[in-house]
């Protein structure tokens, strides 16, 4: 499968403000359950009775929405702002590279 073709320049706007264009799927939830635990992610599926959250830390987690008190989108990218703060320009034109490469079959 190869990787969709963006331009260095809209790769690095993406890099640099990551929710100015999140697609869709890719919002970030927050869901506060009724015994206070907090979940952050990317909804996976929904149903009447339940939804799945993808976690940052790649974990699914099933809720059923009897648990939940609020589920809210935060209209935000789960990649966080700043990333660039701790790279060097080369370091950033690696990864600008790399993002353009076909992935490997």
């Known amino acids: ?3 969709m073709s963006h331009s260095k320049d809209k790769l690095l706007r993406n890099i640099l403000v990551p929710s100015a ?3 869709p799927g890719y919002h970030a939830l927050t869901c506060m359950l ?3 635990e907090v979940l952050s992610g990317v909804l996976v599926s929904e149903n ?3 939804i799945a959250i993808k976690q940052s ?3 699914v987690r099933t ?3 009897s648990e939940m008190e609020a589920l809210r989108n935060t209209g935000r990218s789960l990649m966080p702002d700043g990333l660039e703060a701790n790279i060097t320009v080369a370091e950033m034109r690696d990864l600008l590279e790399f993002l353009q490469q076909p992935i490997a079959q």
């Open 57 to 59: 830390n790649g974990e």
């Open 48 to 50: 009447a009775g339940s």
């Open 21 to 23: 264009d999140i697609q």
């Open 34 to 36: 009724e015994s206070g």
């Open 1 to 3: 499968m190869a990787r």
């Open 63 to 65: 809720v059923a929405r």
